[in-house]
């Protein structure tokens, strides 16, 4: 057998020249590919408050979550969405009537919203606010989401926990534009199910065009920019309730614009929908006024938050004013002329399509049956 022969010095010193050549490189181009994903993510805070799980596999957002823990399971979430100022505080307050139920109360959030309380994603006011934020790509969440993550769901939960009394069987949750986001919940807690409001495009804007400072601008567009949003979210949520498994859908102005009988038919085939027990019974309000949505003014010690709120008593022993939703109409017209040019030409585009939701601009007290929404709407009586 041969023996190897042994490398010379200058062997052995081109050898090890070669391998400290080959270190310098691999540390140089690794060193490149760690400045490059710097410079890309520069922008991305490291904790930002509305932070994607980067740690979960992209394959959680294509496939959904695995089954809720523990901690969940033994509930099911509530949510209520629909446009803002749409009656979604007032449909909360009454499920939370219910003695299976819990809602989200005596937290630091406005309306107590549960959106202003989870760090996971941006809330409506961050996205351009009530009239605005339906346009913005983040708004619109489904079961394709990133955010769709086990650790999000944890996430999500344990700061609408706090809030809640967990030895309720079913958690309710509130935050109209939780409207966009049906399908990326229906995915997160699986048992889900989601009571969605309608009212007038016109109406739901009443608290804006009431303020000083938007007289101008409601005169001069008749109100397109707020219908047009309506219109924006309403549709969304149209295609998205075709994948939705438990939804109903309530019109406000048959809720509240009639009587305490026909308003308790309604609370009790949510109840049945919700798979509750008959335990609801409204209250009607004793005091006059209101603006129409079920509301009275907010009291001096609450004047921090929204003054108009959408429902008479406090939260935890709600009375509801029947008979008077369209009560905002009369002040519409007072600042808006309907036979003018530019409203004319705002019905002309928006009509048809509001008729598919039950509402009119010809007539703004017309309330008819949503077709757009027709296998989800609650009969009544």
């Not at 523990?70 to 307050?93: K, Q």
């Not at 819990?102 to 406005?110: E, I, N, R």
């Not at 004319?344 to 939701?357: D, G």
Request: with cysteine.
């Amino acid at each position: 057998m041969n023996k190897a022969t042994p490398a010379s010095p200058g062997q052995q010193m081109m050898a090890g020249a070669c391998v400290i050549v080959g270190i310098i490189v691999v540390t140089l181009t690794c060193a490149a590919l760690f400045a490059r994903y710097a410079h890309n993510t520069s922008n991305v805070p490291l904790f930002s408050q509305h932070s994607v799980d980067a740690t979960a596999p992209a394959t959680f957002a294509r496939q959904g979550l695995a089954d809720l823990p523990r901690n969940m399971s033994n509930h099911t979430f509530i949510f209520v969405v629909g446009s803002h100022h749409s009656g979604t505080t007032l449909m909360d307050l009454v499920l939370c009537q219910h003695n299976h139920t819990s809602c989200l109360l005596d937290t630091p959030a406005a309306e107590n919203e549960g959106q202003l309380l989870q760090p996971v994603y941006k809330p409506a006011h961050e996205l351009g606010g009530p009239f605005m934020y339906g346009y913005r790509e983040e708004s619109y969440m489904t079961e394709t989401s990133m955010l769709l993550t086990p650790l999000n769901r944890v996430r999500i939960f344990d700061a609408w926990a706090r809030y809640w009394d967990l030895s309720k069987p079913a958690l309710i949750e509130k935050s109209p534009p939780h409207l966009l986001k049906m399908r990326y919940f229906q995915s997160m807690f699986k048992r889900t199910y989601f009571v969605m409001t309608l009212r007038h495009p016109l109406g739901c804007s009443h608290a804006a065009y009431t303020q000083e400072g938007f007289h101008l601008h409601e005169v001069a567009t008749c109100g397109e920019q707020e219908i047009q949003h309506w219109l924006h979210i309403y549709d969304t949520a149209r295609k998205d309730a075709e994948v939705v498994s438990n939804l109903v859908v309530l019109q406000l102005e048959r809720f509240s614009g009639t009587t305490a009988r026909a308003a308790q038919a309604y609370v009790q085939q949510m109840e049945a929908f919700l798979g509750l027990n008959h335990d609801i019974h409204l209250q009607p309000d004793p005091s006059g006024g209101g603006n129409g949505d079920g509301a009275t003014p907010q009291q001096p010690a609450h004047a921090t938050r929204r003054k108009l709120l959408h429902y008479h008593g406090d939260r935890r022993h709600v009375t509801i004013k029947f008979g008077a939703t369209h009560a905002w109409v009369d002040d519409w017209l007072q600042v808006v002329d309907m036979s003018s040019p530019v409203c004319q030409a705002v019905i002309e585009r928006y009509e048809a399509r509001l008729n598919e939701y039950g509402y009119s601009l010809k007539n703004l007290t017309h309330v008819a049956q949503p077709v757009a929404f027709a296998n989800r709407v609650l009969p009544g009586i």
